[in-house]
């Protein structure tokens, strides 16, 4: 089945510094979705993205849906404790939307 | 407020016995899905729901069983066919057939440890 690649598998920051984690896929999407996993909780959406090319921002946060299908990027800018977790990357598989594919995710820590 | 909400936070089960964790949700959705965490695993799908009184196996359906007689409410049954159900499930919904590219939403999790 489509499977979605996540890299870096984890990282470790200082607080302050700018975070990057992308995701690839040997498929097309045509939804990108972001979500963050606190630690003990359930996942939470934090963007999405309909269309190649698009490049969108929500607080601190910047993703950008590759132009070719194939991959997206997350950006966290100044990174602050809270934004330790897990982020995971999805998408529904083109020719069925039914279900999620996800990502198995990059771990962040933020030193404080 | 409209959400999905699992119980219990945590479960402690035996070996040899079946539990039953709890999803409920009246975000009016009509799909339904159960995910298994563990560390470094990513989320893996045990069970999904498109719609009442239907279901379907995900990748890793071995030792659990569902059941979806109310479109709020879809358990999940971890039975003792189960090898190692020590893990973290989440339960998530999405509006009709064809919508995940708008998205899940999840619930906060069950922590189940079998002793």
């Known amino acids: 089945g489509q499977q979605l690649n996540q890299s870096p598998q984890s990282m470790f920051i200082q607080e302050g510094e700018d975070v990057s984690m992308n995701c690839t896929s040997s498929?097309?999407?045509?939804?990108w979705l972001w979500y963050k996993q606190d630690p003990g909780e359930g996942p939470v959406l934090l963007i999405a993205?309909?269309?190649?090319?698009e490049l969108t921002s929500n607080g601190r946060l910047t993703a950008q849906f590759g132009i070719t299908r194939k991959d997206s990027f997350l950006n966290i800018s100044a990174s602050i404790p809270s934004d330790v977790g897990i982020y995971f990357c999805?998408?529904?598989?083109?020719?069925?939307?039914?279900?999620?594919?996800f990502g198995k995710g990059t771990k962040l820590t933020v030193n404080p | 407020d409209g959400g999905i909400t699992q119980s219990p936070k945590y479960l402690f089960r035996k070996e040899g016995q079946n539990v039953t964790l709890s999803c409920e949700q009246n975000?009016?959705?009509?799909?339904m899905y159960w995910y298994r965490q563990d560390p470094g695993q990513g989320l893996r799908l045990i069970y999904y729901?498109?719609?009442?009184?239907?279901?379907q196996k995900g990748d890793i359906a071995e030792g659990y069983s569902v059941s979806r007689e109310k479109k709020e409410s879809f358990p999940l049954t971890v039975t003792s066919a189960q090898k190692n159900p020590t893990a973290f499930y989440l339960c998530?919904?999405?509006?009709?057939?064809?919508?995940?590219?708008?998205?899940?939403?999840f619930g906060s999790g069950t922590r189940l440890t079998v002793v």
């Open positions: 999805a998408g529904p598989p083109q020719g069925g939307s039914e279900k999620l594919v």
């Open positions: 498929s097309i999407f045509n939804t």
């Open positions: 975000l009016n959705h009509d799909a």
């Open positions: 998530a919904s999405s509006i009709a057939s064809g919508g995940a590219g708008y998205g899940y939403t």
């Open positions: 729901s498109q719609i009442v009184n239907d279901f």
């Open positions: 993205l309909y269309k190649a090319g």
